[in-house]
């Protein structure tokens, strides 16, 4: 190795002499490798999902929408009463069952215990003024509530994601035909044409509805999906046509033009799985605000047809009785805030998780 | 052009105007404004121009990304498309008695056969590539829209062929772009151009967004390719260095129309329109001691707006030798010798 001493003092010269040859061997392959950084490979989906799974208030709001769901699942199968018949013992109806206070027997009950011996299932939340379980009615309210959250929103996410791809992705004056209609769709006042619409629809759909499996959920329940279908889906139309129309203009779009794919294809492979992540943060977002409508609609009266319940009826029947018996009211009330809360987190949670704009 | 199958691909007075709205009129932004020139098979022409002189577009309206607003595109001895108008020699539009332009018939070619033939390779390696799909789905996609295979062991060993031809490692099939770096994105669009097994290929900037030591891989890449399996290239690049590496001729284009056409070494050794000159007098020169001697030619002025276009010869504005005649009318191509076409009044 040649001696190339620093020729001034200062100088950023390496000082060779500190190496020997041994310094500088070729790397071993082992070497190199050591050298390679490489992430595990991961999907959009797995790398959300490990985002998501970092989130407690996202994970505990999974906690208990899974534990509300399991409850309303398997509830109806242990407890032996019905939503809609008044308590009976013995084949006989309970007069004395009216407004039970939770896990109260009535005067019946307590003398067929002490008769026979036998336990009866408990009213957890007691019973309501005309002697029904109202632990069962509550579980009905919520498999109610939340399947009309979750049809609405599914209903509200096919018909905007149809309608906003199309505008946004063909454009023109196609666009502007259609989002004019969104305008005039939007500048409605909700709650009025709903009301008009449940009613009209009540009066319409009564007799069609009669002797099919929709007749049981009752006209109000089949008018409630139909405003929520021809209203609430301008939302996600708008926003969905924004996203496409930031999205068409990518490079790959080009791409997939210049191969020869059709419309369709580059829709469904190239334009939509990019703004995926907004639609699903978006209908998780659109389930409350359904409840939410669903709720303060049977609060108003407009709700499920009777003896059906749902959580905003059961508040309004509690309305009446509210000095009385204020549980009946918390309780629905209650039920509604976790779901809604829940929902609304888990939200987002999701966008936090998926919007890639936040990473 | 005695033979007309000679060339690949024709394109003749090719227009592609934009509206844009001004206040409530509608404009044309005339991003390329008669623009005719000829590939031939295997042949890489280079197109060089300051950026918003209309090289992408011309670029994206040949594979009709966009479409036209006139014109007459001849790929492989076929009428792609054609607008109909007819001109005469100077190159204006034939008028009839009413006024309007004589048309013949419109042609106007259903692509898809033609997307098989003639394809793209994009500026910029990360928006060209769809974040959600892994590697052999990018590459598979030509193959899946033309199916051209019949079973998925035939689409996967064609994928990991092409991979190969562009030095991608096979074991990458299954990952997903955002993985890659700038030269290997740049390598998985190239083999998408390449899965149809196309005759021509446009390049727009396909090189301008990598480093230089990348770009020399890439751009030796192109022209092994172009060995291999003799595909024409239509190289666009702001870049006159690496367009003379790798172009047999070149056309410089100002302003959405072209200004001169020549052999690489033509135009680089004997260049004859004054915007050219100017624009070759920019290309750095690695010697300090040359650099040194060299006069650099500085325009002066702003390249005018697509929307208030000059009269007449579009660079006239800016150039020192412009005369009356080159505001009354605009030059069109002439041939100075030897395929070397200019379209100027003085040079």
Redesign the interface.
């Known amino acids: 190795m040649p001696s190339l001493d620093k020729k001034q003092f200062l100088s950023a010269q390496v000082d060779l002499s500190k190496f020997n040859d041994a310094s500088f061997e070729k790397a071993t392959d082992e070497e190199k490798k050591q050298q390679d950084v490489m992430g595990e490979s991961t999907t959009f989906f797995k790398d959300g999902m490990r985002r998501l799974r970092k989130n407690p208030f996202a994970m505990g709001s999974i906690v208990v929408l899974a534990l509300i769901i399991l409850i309303i699942l398997v509830a109806p199968h242990i407890c032996p009463y019905s939503y809609s018949q008044m308590i009976s013992v013995n084949g006989c109806r309970d007069k004395s069952s009216a407004n039970l206070a939770p896990f109260q027997y009535s005067e019946m009950e307590q003398d067929y215990i002490e008769k026979t011996g036998k336990s009866l299932f408990p009213h957890i939340f007691g019973t309501d003024s005309l002697g029904r379980d109202y632990f069962i009615r509550v579980i009905y309210g919520t498999r109610v509530s939340l399947s009309v959250g979750i049809v609405a929103a599914l209903m509200v996410l096919i018909i905007g994601l149809i309608y906003g791809s199309i505008a946004g992705y063909f454009g023109g004056t196609l666009d502007l035909i259609m989002m004019r209609i969104v305008d005039i769709i939007y500048s409605l006042p909700d709650m009025l044409i709903i009301i008009l619409l449940s009613v009209v629809l009540q009066e319409t759909l009564t007799p069609v509805l009669k002797g099919t499996v929709f007749s049981k959920l009752g006209a109000n329940m089949i008018s409630m999906f139909i405003v929520f279908g021809l209203l609430y889906w301008v939302g996600m139309a708008r926003l969905i046509r924004g996203q496409i129309l930031s999205i068409k203009n990518n490079e790959y779009v080009l791409a997939a033009r210049c191969i020869g794919t059709k419309s369709s294809r580059i829709l469904r492979k190239h334009i939509i799985p990019n703004c995926l992540s907004v639609i699903i943060i978006t209908t998780a977002l659109q389930v409350p605000s359904a409840i939410f409508t669903e709720s303060y609609l049977s609060f108003l009266g407009l709700g499920v047809a009777d003896p059906l319940t749902s959580l905003g009826s059961l508040a309004n029947e509690a309305r009446g009785a509210l000095q009385s018996y204020p549980y009946r009211l918390v309780i629905p009330a209650v039920v509604i805030c976790l779901i809604v809360l829940a929902l609304n987190l888990l939200g987002d949670g999701l966008r936090d998780a998926f919007d890639s704009k936040l990473n | 052009m005695s033979n007309k199958d000679e060339y690949l691909l024709k394109v003749e007075h090719l227009k592609q105007y934009f509206p844009v709205q001004q206040g409530f009129r509608k404009v044309p932004l005339k991003a390329v404004d008669d623009v005719s020139f000829a590939i031939k098979p295997g042949e890489t022409l280079g197109l060089v121009g300051e950026s918003g002189c209309g090289k992408t577009t011309v670029g994206?309206t040949l594979?009709r990304?966009y479409e036209p607003t006139a014109g007459k595109i001849t790929f492989d001895g076929d009428v792609i498309f054609d607008s109909g108008e007819e001109y005469d020699e100077k190159g204006n539009v034939i008028v009839g008695a009413d006024g309007k332009p004589i048309r013949h018939k419109k042609i106007d070619e259903n692509?898809?056969p033609y997307?098989?033939k003639m394809?793209?390779v994009?500026?910029?390696p990360y928006?060209?590539?769809?974040?959600?799909?892994t590697v052999e789905d990018i590459i598979g996609?030509?193959l899946d829209?033309?199916k051209l295979y019949s079973t998925k062991a035939e689409r996967r060993e064609k994928i990991l062929e092409l991979m190969e031809l562009v030095g991608l490692n096979a074991e990458h099939a299954?990952?997903?772009a955002h993985?890659f770096s700038g030269g290997q994105r740049q390598r998985i669009?190239i083999a998408?151009a390449l899965a149809?097994n196309p005759k021509f290929i446009v390049c727009d900037e396909a090189v301008s967004a990598l480093d230089v030591s990348i770009q020399a891989q890439v751009i030796n890449m192109f022209e092994d390719i172009q060995k291999k399996l003799g595909v024409a290239y239509l190289f666009i690049a702001h870049d006159l260095l690496v367009v003379h590496h790798i172009s047999d001729r070149i056309a410089v284009m100002y302003l959405g129309k072209v200004m001169e056409i020549a052999d690489a070494d033509e135009l680089n050794e004997n260049p004859i329109h004054p915007y050219t000159l100017s624009l070759l007098s920019a290309v750095p020169i690695p010697d300090p001691e040359t650099a040194r001697k060299s006069k650099r030619i500085v325009l002066e002025g702003d390249v005018p707006s697509p929307l208030r276009m000059p009269s007449g010869c579009p660079f006239r504005t800016r150039c020192k030798y412009a005369t009356e005649q080159c505001a009354k009318e605009r030059p069109q191509l002439t041939d100075r010798g030897n395929g070397h076409m200019v379209a100027c009044w003085n040079k």
């Open positions: 994206r594979l990304l692509m898809l997307r098989r394809q793209m994009f500026q910029d928006s060209s590539l769809n974040p959600r799909m996609e030509p829209v033309h299954m990952r997903y993985e669009g998408r149809v």
